[in-house]
């Protein structure tokens, strides 16, 4: 799956902006979080998956459904203020835009952007503690998609381009640290791929370098995520109505082995996009809304999987979820799980007996 997952009702710990080691000094809460992270892991070892995530059991239960995706980062980064304010572009939103990016809101930075307390590699070694299959790092919101979020009130940092690739300098001082961990399968989720469709052509080259700067060096499989957003099950039309094909192509070239994509919620829209990859590029395709409550049937799931085959090779496939699983129930989002692997049984068995 992408990375989020429900929490088990049980678990209602918020770490509010602390350090998760200032937080874990409190022996019931670090007990409950790795009760946590042990029974989504179990969730997705039973249910069959072949590479887990820790589901974001350090998400807090924020706006958005999903938003500690992006307040996570800034409570723990030095320079921002910890206050939600309204988002910068609230005024040019429109439609059910409205509501998606109030749920966003905005930050002020107020002062020099320095690394603090983010401790993936922590949150890494305890959740790979608990299998002995890999565990894949989601490392986000990313540099550019946060930066498209701040108010310049004071600091050294005057405008989105600075702060991106100032975070993008504390993205990679984390990556380098979840591979000197053991990390082997590194995930950068940065919905800012879509920016330009708002700000203009020149900003995809932005975008490239800040990715390419956040990657850079990294001694691990890497993978890149940007998705349709997802608040409470709303995806952000302004960005993408145009869909994946108004922007994949611009990042063809990007030094990324991976593009992880979500195409169940459109039907597998532009799958044909696929073809046009360089031939040593791989994508993870999403073959499971996880904006519905609705379980798919296998058949369902495998018909949108032989729809990614008619475009790329079965071997520069992986299967996944759309993002954005925390949102959904815990007994729906099991299901969904296990429709995903029981989707992709049967194309493997059509492709083992073609």
């Excluded at 498209?148 to 993205?171: C, N, V, W």
């Excluded at 994946?244 to 192509?249: F, I, T």
Aim: charged residues 25%; proline residues 5%.
């Amino acid at each position: 799956m992408v990375g989020s997952y429900p929490r088990p009702r049980w678990f209602t710990q918020q770490l509010s902006g602390r350090d998760i080691r200032e937080a874990w000094k409190d022996i019931l809460h670090a007990e409950a979080f790795e009760d946590a992270v042990r029974t989504v892991i179990a969730d997705q070892e039973q249910a069959g998956l072949d590479i887990l995530s820790d589901g974001q059991m350090w998400f807090d239960d924020t706006a958005m459904g999903i938003g500690s995706f992006l307040w996570y980062w800034f409570e723990r980064v030095r320079g921002f203020g910890s206050e939600k304010l309204p988002h910068p572009a609230r005024a040019k939103a429109r439609g059910t835009d409205v509501f998606s990016i109030d749920e966003a809101g905005g930050v002020a930075v107020r002062g020099p952007i320095e690394r603090g307390p983010i401790r993936l590699a922590d949150l890494y070694r305890l959740a790979q503690r608990q299998t002995e299959r890999p565990i894949k790092a989601c490392v986000g919101a990313g540099p550019v998609q946060l930066s498209t979020m701040a108010h310049f009130e004071s600091g050294p940092i005057k405008d989105r381009y600075q702060l991106s690739y100032a975070l993008s300098d504390i993205f990679r001082a984390e990556i380098a640290d979840l591979v000197a961990a053991g990390c082997q399968h590194i995930q950068l989720e940065d919905l800012g791929a879509w920016i330009p469709t708002l700000s203009g052509e020149k900003d995809f080259a932005w975008v490239r370098d800040v990715v390419n700067r956040t990657l850079a060096g990294c001694r691990a499989h890497t993978s890149w995520h940007f998705c349709f957003g997802n608040a409470w099950g709303n995806r952000m039309h302004g960005m993408t109505r145009g869909g994946y094909a108004e922007v994949l192509p611009h990042y063809l070239e990007v030094d990324v082995e991976e593009f992880v994509l979500d195409f169940a919620c459109r039907e597998m829209a532009d799958a044909a996009l696929l073809a046009e990859l360089p031939p040593q590029k791989r994508v993870a395709v999403g073959v499971i809304d996880v904006r519905s409550l609705e379980v798919e049937e296998p058949e369902q799931v495998a018909e949108r999987i032989r729809k990614v085959l008619a475009h790329i090779a079965p071997d520069r496939v992986t299967l996944t979820t759309d993002c954005g699983m925390k949102q959904l129930p815990r007994p729906c989002a099991v299901q969904k799980l296990r429709a995903l692997t029981a989707g992709a049984d049967i194309v493997r068995r059509e492709l083992e007996s073609a």
